[in-house]
């Protein structure tokens, strides 16, 4: 017997139908812990058009899509999923055939990249997934918080890459392997501030100097 699965369409008719509101008239929309849990991140989420904070956590979610018609989009809360990588957050490729009636060099599809969530995105809560590279991230300029405990980066070089983001104040990486190693040798916190100096909070703890 295979087990129930929802989608995103699934979850906010089930949500209106409870509430008796318009789910794309919301500015923050609750999809958490449903059930069944929510597999597929399907077109329907482009319809929350005035979503600012859209909770997801605690689903089975795989992969992150369609964020493209999010465009007051500045808190995702992602946690507890199964997501192994961040590729969503800032492309999506649209395809769109030519027409069927020239060569096949020109018969290609035309790839359209947009990068959804980049102008907007301010928090991204994604803890206990299983994302091990960070690509992707370092172009959401306007992160300030992150919460990514309890993934599977293993090394500097991808920790390295949130530098590239100029707002990030508040970072929580706990029990991801890349911590867990250093922490146990007493150089984590020391060898993480080294690489992200303008950090105010890292793991719950204040990295100003008194």
Known sequence: ???LQATIKDALAKWEQSSGEKACDQTHVVLYGQNPPI????ASIATLVNCEQLSLS??????????????????LSLGRNCIKDLSGLVCVSLYTPLAPRVSIELACLLCVTQEPVRDTLEELWISYNSIEKMDGIQNLKKMTVLYMSNNQVKDWGEFSKLADLPSLSILVFQGNPLQVKHAADGTWREEA?????NLNKLDGYSTLKK
């Open 193 to 197: 501030i080294k690489r992200l100096p």
């Open 1 to 3: 017997m295979s087990c």
């Open 39 to 42: 597999e597929r991140m399907d």
């Open 58 to 75: 605690t689903n089975r979610i795989k992969k992150i899509t369609n964020l493209h018609g999010l465009k007051n989009l500045r808190i």
